[in-house]
Structures are given as C-alpha cells and as structure tokens.
C-alpha cells in the first residue's frame, strides 16, 4: 500500500509537470494568453503535487519530518503551498476570462488583483510563522487563507458554469464543460480533506491528488486539441487558419473582417457595396460554419485566446 501511494504522488507530479510543459510549449508555439495562464494553474497544482509527495515521503519514515529534506526544511512543504496558492489565485481566473474571449472591464481584473494580494500577504504570514514549525502557524491568517483561496476557486467553477453558454466554439464547450463537472465533483471532498473531516488510510490526501491528476489530464488533452493551432486573428484582421479552419469564403472573411472591426451591417455593406440583407445572409452562413449563433459569440471566438 505504501508503495502505491508513493508511485501514485509521483505520478501525480510528473503528470502537474508534463501538463505544465505542454501549456507553455503551445504559449511559445502561438502567443495564446490562455495558454499561458493555463499553464501557470499546473504550475501551482505542482507545487502542491511535490508537497503531497514530500510529506508523505516525511511520513513513511524514509526523512524525518523537521530535518533536511529534497525540497529543503520543514518550512519549504509551507513554502511551496505558499507559491501554489498564489499562482493558482492569479492564473486560475485570468485563464477562463482568456478562454471565453471578448473584452473584459477592468473592475474584474482589479478585483481579481485585490483577491491575489490578500492570499499573498496571508500566505506571507502563514509561511513566516510556520518557517520552522509548521504547527506554529497563525491560526486565524490560516483559516482567513483558505476561505479565501477556496472561495476564489470555487466562484470560478460556479461562474463558468453560470456563463457556460458564451464560450464561442463548441469543441472548447464541451472541454471546459467536462473539466469543470470533474473539478466541482472533486472540490467539496478537497474542501473536507483540508479541514481533516476526509481522511482515507493509506493514502496522502487522496482527493487532492485525485484533483490534481484530473485537471492535469484534461490539460493535457485541451493543449492538444485547442491550443496546438495558430490564432484566430492574425494582427488586427481573421487569419488564413480561420478561413481555412471553418471553410469560409473570401467574401465572408471580408464580412467577418467588418465584424471584428466592430462594424453595422449597414456599415459592411457599403464599405462592401452590397445591401445589407446580403450581408445578412453571409452572417447566417459564416455563424453556420463556425457553429456559433449570432454576432457576439462570432466576435468572442475571434478573440479568444484558447483556439
């Protein structure tokens, strides 16, 4: 038993870590945000990997918890929490607003700022106590963190599936539909896990594990099928995979050119010279083609990073 749930954290980390790579090799690849952010939450999911890993290492005798180990002193596990928390905070959010595509205010990324510098200076003072004795960490900064960490998370999930209906292509629908279902299945057994009501024998913190394999998995599988390909837009107008990709004629990428720019249907038709109920009919076979419904979910997958 013991065996196996070294192997499975190990597992754990080398698939937080593969994911984590991958995400950024289609960042360097095609300058998708979503991707980059993605792979800063797989980032932050292996730092919690590797203190899974590390703790039970501590546990099962092989280092003696206090002492020197891999990842340094006993307050390194609390450092890598730190780190995990943070970048989870502040890639989490920005990856599905990158994902959904369209313009964003910014009263969400300020608020999103203020939510990543409050789990910050908690995780500062949670580490600072804790440095050399982990049991020594401010009680009521600590449960502050996790309030916090796990409400930024939670509110994710449950927004995504509030707004589920705007994301702008049907194969990142199902992608995003599918993670999320898996997280949310997963998240309230985390939740009980971190507060010692949810404790399997045999195993280090199962369902963490349980939740970092699955987001690492379904990663691994988005960055291959929406994130290895070339933008939507190229500069300031659709790129030649867009036309190629949906099969769109040269008149209709003229059309959607105009959409992009922000244009009335009257406003394409005369820079076009046509009616506007031409233009009309181009929109309804160009919403066909991309399989989206009308003019906004069209401009939102131009704009979305995660294709």
């Given amino acids: 038993m013991a065996a196996l749930s070294l192997y499975l954290s190990i597992l754990t980390l080398l698939l937080a870590a593969s994911a984590t790579t991958l995400c950024l090799a289609a960042y360097g690849a095609f300058k998708h945000r979503a991707a980059f952010w993605l792979s800063m939450c797989m980032l932050g999911l292996a730092f919690f990997a590797l203190t899974i890993l590390v703790s039970f290492i501590e546990g099962a005798g092989t280092l003696s918890p206090g002492t020197a180990s891999p990842a340094g002193p006993r307050g390194f596990d609390l450092l890598w929490q730190a780190l995990g928390s943070i970048i989870i905070a502040q890639s989490l959010p920005r990856f599905l607003l990158a994902a959904f595509g369209g313009a964003h205010r910014k009263l969400s990324y300020r608020l999103l700022d203020a939510a990543s510098a409050t789990i910050v200076i908690l995780s500062i003072i949670r580490v600072a106590t804790g440095w050399n004795d982990a049991a020594a960490v401010a009680a009521l900064p600590n449960a502050i963190l996790r309030v916090v960490l796990f409400a930024l998370v939670g509110g994710a999930l449950a927004l995504t599936l509030v707004f589920q209906s705007r994301l702008p292509d049907r194969s990142l629908f199902k992608a995003v539909m599918v993670q999320t279902g898996a997280l949310i299945l997963l998240f309230p057994f985390v939740v009980?896990?971190?507060?010692?009501?949810?404790?399997?024998?045999?195993?280090?913190?199962?369902?963490?594990?349980?939740?970092?394999?699955?987001?690492s998995v379904f990663a691994i599988l988005h960055a291959k099928r929406s994130l290895m390909r070339p933008k939507y837009v190229k500069g300031e107008a659709p790129s030649a995979f867009f036309a190629e990709h949906f099969g769109i004629s040269r008149r209709e990428l003229e059309i959607v050119a105009g959409v992009l720019e922000g244009l009335s249907n009257n406003a394409i038709a005369d820079r076009l010279f046509i009616s506007p109920r031409t233009v009309e009919k181009h929109l309804y076979n160009i919403y066909q083609k991309a399989g989206v419904r009308n003019r906004l979910q069209l401009y939102n997958l131009l704009r979305s990073d995660a294709l």
């Fill in 192 to 215: 009980l896990e971190d507060l010692g009501l949810f404790v399997p024998p045999g195993f280090p913190q199962p369902a963490g594990q349980a939740l970092i394999l699955a987001t």
